[in-house]
């Protein structure tokens, strides 16, 4: 982390680095898959003030992923002999900006590109994926990608504030798990359009009201399910959450949430 003096204000740099490690084995009566799978990613962040009132944001990221992987079925053979590798790479970025119209109220927007490798359990159906009968051969899940965009207004006063956010967002390529065949593939690309709404209040000193909605109009836009809804979104969602602190020790909340229906 890193802060910088600008005319406009302080720069805030953030540079860093993920590694996630996985070892994976399914034994099961059907077939074994093991995968020791590696990702790694290197990150920079640059939050820069053009102005008092202007801010910018830009970010990238780049990530590999590498996949160690046996599997094979009872009934059908090795597929996937010990030593196998799919490997990947991926890279997105992020840019954004905002700016403090008066002291109170301030918008927003950023366009965002996102990457999702294929997790290590969701390659346990390959065992199968050249000779299983049906529904036919399914390829290799491969890296995901996509794009998204936000445009919203924030208010902030004192302890109070309040937040609205239009969004969309297009995937190529989602991965899914096709319940009929056992695996997980590229069922085409999908696209989510929406927006989330959030508050927070106080009514007194120690009362905390937040509220939180989102919308979101989410469906698959090609492959064999081309207009489908995407499997296990809600169009609605929201919560709602009472807070009270007794002292410096002791506090409750309640808290309701609900979703709406969800294409199984």
Request: hydrophobic share 35%; glycine share 10%.
């Amino acid at each position: 982390l890193g802060q910088y003096s600008l005319p406009g204000g302080t720069a805030h740099l953030t540079v860093g680095s993920d590694l996630f490690s996985t070892d994976y084995s399914l034994f099961s009566s059907v077939g074994t898959t093991i995968n020791e799978q590696e990702r790694y990613s290197v990150y920079a962040q640059a939050v820069i003030p053009l102005t008092e009132r202007l801010v910018a944001t830009l970010g990238a990221r780049h990530a590999d992923v590498e996949n160690d992987i046996f599997a094979s079925t009872t009934f059908l053979g090795v597929s996937l002999p010990p030593g196998s590798e799919i490997d990947d790479d991926a890279n997105a970025g992020s840019a954004g900006v905002s700016y403090q119209v008066i002291d109170d109220w301030r918008v927003f927007a950023r366009a965002d590109a996102n990457y999702r490798f294929a997790n290590a359990d969701e390659f346990s159906g390959i065992a199968n994926f050249n000779v299983f009968p049906f529904p036919g051969p399914l390829p290799f899940p491969t890296t995901q990608t996509g794009v998204g965009y936000d445009f919203g207004v924030e208010w902030r006063r004192g302890r109070n504030q309040a937040r609205a956010a239009l969004y969309r967002m297009e995937i190529d390529d989602e991965i899914a798990f096709e319940p009929s065949s056992g695996q997980n593939f590229n069922i085409g690309d999908s696209r989510r359009h929406g927006v989330n709404v959030q508050v927070a209040y106080y009514p007194f000193e120690r009362l905390r009201i937040d509220a939180h909605y989102s919308y979101v109009d989410a469906e698959l836009t090609s492959g064999s399910f081309d207009g489908s809804d995407i499997t296990f979104v809600a169009e609605h969602s929201g919560h709602i959450r009472g807070d009270y602190q007794f002292g410096k020790s002791f506090g409750v909340f309640l808290e309701l949430t609900g979703t709406s229906e969800r294409v199984l």
